[in-house]
C-alpha cells in the first residue's frame, strides 16, 4: 500500500514539471502495455495443439467404447443379486456422429457454408464441435443367474433403462457351467 502511494507522488510530481520527454515516456509505457496484452498467433497454436490432442484422445477412446460398454455392465450386471457371473455383448447402430464447425455467409441469392479446418502440422483437419457417441442397438447377457425370471427381468429392465432401448432388443440368457 505504501508503495502505491510513492508512485503516485512520484506521477504527480512529474505531471507538475511537464515536458516533452515525461510525454513520449508515458506515450511509449502506453505502447508497451498495449502490446503486452494484445493476445498472439503463438496462443492460439498452443490451444489449437491442445484441442488437438483431446479430439484423438476421443478417437482412441471410441475405438474402445463397445469394450469399456460391455465391460461396465457386465460389472454392475454380476453385482446384481442372483445374478452372478456375467458376460454382455453389445451391439451398436452407428459409428456416432461428428458435429464440425462451420463458417457460414450469406448473400442476397445464395449461402455458403465453409467448414472450418486447423493445421496439424500434417495436414489439416476440422474443427470438431461435439462428438455423440453411437447409440446401443441391443444387449445380450450372459448370466449364471439367467434362467431365473425375477433375476432375468430385473437384468433386462435394468438394461432398457441404461440404454434406452425396447425390450425384444434385449435378451438375458443362463450361463452354462
Known sequence: MNSF??????????????????????????????????????????????????TQKEVQSEADYKASMEKQLGELISQMEGAGRTRVMITLADEGETYVDKDVSTDEKKREEKTVVYDTGDGEEPYVIRRAWPKVEGVVVVSEGGGNSKVATEISNAVMSLFDIEAHKVIVVKMSV
Open 5 to 54: 502511494f510513492q508512485i503516485r507522488e512520484w506521477l504527480e510530481h512529474r505531471m507538475k514539471k511537464r515536458n516533452k520527454t515525461d510525454f513520449l515516456i508515458m506515450i511509449l509505457l502506453g505502447v508497451l502495455l498495449m502490446i503486452i496484452t494484445i493476445p498472439t498467433g503463438s496462443l492460439r497454436k498452443e490451444k489449437d495443439v491442445s484441442e488437438n490432442e483431446q
